[in-house]
Structure formats: structure tokens, C-alpha cells
């Protein structure tokens, strides 16, 4: 999939998700260009995991559009019927969108080098000699390269993480998913991989990220959405979004999650 110059990365339009009777996402877009940080902030049951895993397809949207690199996802049936028409597309995407998970979801009997070679080799299909080269260099990227041969229990919570975000980063992704990357973790360990989040960032990657950490959304986004009951109630740079709210439910929301509150 090329992407044409001015086309989104991720684009998505009038996306709506229900679980039988509860909707969760009532028409939500979003675009995400070449570069952009966009952080997906809001209370518990606002939507967000949900529209991340939407993304990458890991949850069926019922209704709307979804763009990848300019191409739309080619749907068959419609509402609770409908599925992607084109497996093999869906493949394709997942290959360029790697997500790092709340739960590290690291395979507990592969060392972590194995974990962060195993996905490069066996899907892209690259030589394992190159893979394992380029493997070492991101654990030193993300700090924990003397951990290479260790097993994932050996690990802290934070380097499991660091290894996870790793193991994301070998597939060369067009850009990178967070689903709560820091929630799983004592305050000590959080800083760890916000230091790697905030790294990525200034490199320029492409990254949506749903977080609960207020001042890691101000601090690396070029965009932030504030979801509420499945809409996009408010979005903005962060220097507005944070500066100068302009809903009451955002306002109310700031407050709770600030650090004084």
C-alpha cells in the first residue's frame, strides 16, 4: 500500500460500533497524518480502546469508512452482518500498524530477542541474521538491550513494555497504536516508557495513542481528542484542548485528572 503524498495514514469517517444494544462509537472521525501524535484522552467507557482496536481491525465497526495509506477497506454485508471483504487487505494493514497493548502480550517462552525477531521473520519473511541485527539495535533503542536473553517473567513491568514496544517497532510500521501503555504500571515503571513514547515522538513517527496520562498527551500530541458516550466532544492542538476547554464535561474531566484534583 503507497501513500500518496497527501493522504492520511489512517483516516476514518462517520465510524459507528454497538454491542447489541449499547453504541460506543456514534460517528467518529479522524486523520491521522505522516507524523502526526494524536492522543485519544477520556473517562473509562468513552470509546477510546474500542476506536483503536477498530483501527486495526481487531474490533468490527458497523458502520462508516476506514482508509489506510489512501486505500478505504473493501466491506461486504451491512450493521452486525458486515466484515471486511478483503482478508488479505486486512492482513496487510495489520503488518503496517503495530499496537502496544496495556498488557505487554509478550510470548512467555521466547526470550525477548525471539519475541521482538519472531513477527519480521515469520510474516515479512526477512532473513533471520539481518532481523536479529536490527532486533538488538531497537532494545538498545528502548534501553534494555542487556536484557536480550532473558524471558519475559524475568523482566519488570516497565522493561516488558519497553521489549513490547520493540517488538512493534521491528514490523517498520506506518505508524504505531498505544492502547494504555502505561496503566499497567507502578509510577516509577511509567516513566520508563514514557521517556521511549516521548523519543518516538520527536522522531517524527505516526502514533495514536489512548492514554490516561493527562501531562504524556500535552506533552508529545499534534492533535488530542476528547471522546464522551462515543463522540468526539472536543478536539484540538493540546495547548487548546488543555488551555482553554471549551465543553463543561471536558472541563470536569481536566479537573478529575489532574495531578492537584
Known sequence: MKNKSNDP??????????????EVLRGVDLAAHEGDVISLIGSSGSGKS??????????????????FCGAPVRWRGEGADRQPADRQQVIDMRTQLSMVFQQFNLWSHMT?????MEA???VLGRPRAEVADEAMALLGKVGIADKADAYPAQLSGGQQQRAAIARALAM???ALLFDEPTSALDPELELEVVKVIRELA??????????HDMR????????????????????????????????????????ATSPAA
Not at 227 to 255: I, M, W, Y
Open 216 to 255: 504524556l498527551a500535552r506533552d508529545v500530541s499534534s492533535h488530542v481528542m476528547f471522546l464522551n458516550q462515543g463522540v468526539v466532544e472536543e478536539q484540538g492542538a493540546p495547548e487548546d484542548v488543555f488551555g482553554s476547554p471549551k465543553t463543561e464535561r471536558l472541563r470536569q474531566f481536566l479537573h
Open 172 to 174: 517498520r510500521p506506518k
Open 50 to 67: 474500542t476506536l483503536l482496536r477498530c483501527i486495526n481491525m481487531l474490533e468490527v465497526s458497523q458502520a462508516g469508512d476506514i482508509s
Open 112 to 116: 525477548v530477542l525471539k519475541n521482538v
Open 202 to 211: 520527536a522522531e517524527g513517527r505516526t502514533m495514536i495513542l489512548v492514554t
Open 9 to 22: 495514514v489512517i483516516a476514518l469517517r462517520e465510524l459507528r460500533k454497538s454491542y447489541d444494544s449499547l
Open 120 to 122: 519480521p521473520v515469520t
